[in-house]
């Protein structure tokens, strides 16, 4: 039997999960960066154990092993797609990422106002579509799905089909960087064409283990543009546990003040539209 490893972020586990559907004949390990990180000498004596090693751009990246010295290395690259969720950004406080109930997620807008001196009531009125457009959230479907398609194309993978499906009936994202399963299950069955093997494919798919993770809402403004449910509700992390719009506001401000609005940041990838927000207001 051979055997396959996944090296990636956090959808390791959804794309090993698939491949093991998919590949009944193969024993399939997955490994996520933080454990290939922290045993890196360990994976580099031991990875030419693996008939066919799938590594995505952050696990190569690390610089911890020469991937071009193993005879099947087929790239897997993430999903990330911020077309449903055009407000969540990461925030920073000396290097480190700040936390709020929704572990690493913020929204700009609630950073914005923040760090502009206004009050949660204030903040929490400038959830509408007035600000969603002024600060180029309407745009970034467009922009998203062209960076997608043209990320996978460049690793030999079409998209277009699988893309046109997710959709359909709901969001694919739980957030900017946790895709539903269906979308791993895709991925996995292309990637195993690519390992040069025939997938076994059928109607069943993995549990969707992102699903118990923090899930990031799609506004109602945006769902509607978007053609999917919408709601202001947050989903806490491991728990099932919902937060309204004023709460997850208000757990934010909290976390920003303890730290002062001297010490946070964020990054080039949300300042535009950082900026954006903080000139319309």
Not at 35 to 48: G, Y
Not at 70 to 81: C, G, M, Q, Y
Request: aromatic residues 12%; negative net charge.
């Amino acid at each position: 039997m051979e055997r396959w490893i996944v090296l990636s972020a956090c959808q390791t586990l959804g794309v090993a999960n698939s491949l093991s559907l998919l590949n009944p004949d193969v024993s399939i390990e997955p490994c996520d960066i933080w454990r290939f990180r922290n045993e890196a000498a360990h994976w580099a004596a031991h990875l030419s154990d693996y008939d066919c090693i799938f590594v995505n751009d952050e696990v190569a990246e690390l610089g911890l092993v020469d991937f071009s010295q193993f005879p099947r290395v087929v790239r897997l690259p993430a999903i990330n797609f911020a077309g449903y969720h055009p407000d969540l950004c990461y925030v920073y406080s000396a290097g480190s990422t700040v936390h709020t109930p929704l572990g690493d997620y913020h929204s700009i807008i609630a950073f914005a106002g923040f760090m502009q001196g206004l009050s949660e009531a204030d903040t929490l009125a400038l959830y509408n579509a007035r600000m969603f457009e002024a600060g180029g959230y309407m745009d970034m479907w467009g922009i998203d799905k062209a960076h997608l398609m043209n990320l996978f194309r460049h690793y030999g993978y079409d998209l277009s089909a699988a893309f046109r499906q997710w959709g359909l009936r709901e969001g694919f994202m739980h957030s900017v960087n946790h895709p539903r399963i269906e979308c791993l299950y895709d991925i996995a069955r292309a990637a195993t064409v690519k390992a040069g093997h025939t997938p076994l494919d059928s109607p069943v798919r993995p549990h969707d283990n992102l699903r118990v993770a923090e899930g990031f809402p799609v506004y109602p403004e945006i769902a509607e543009a978007c053609g999917v449910p919408g709601s202001y509700l947050f989903k806490v992390g491991g728990q099932y546990r919902l937060l309204t719009l004023a709460q997850f506001v208000t757990a934010s401000y909290d976390a920003y003040a303890e730290l002062g609005a001297g010490a946070l940041e964020t990054v080039p990838q949300f300042q535009g539209r950082y900026d954006a927000i903080v000139a319309a207001l």
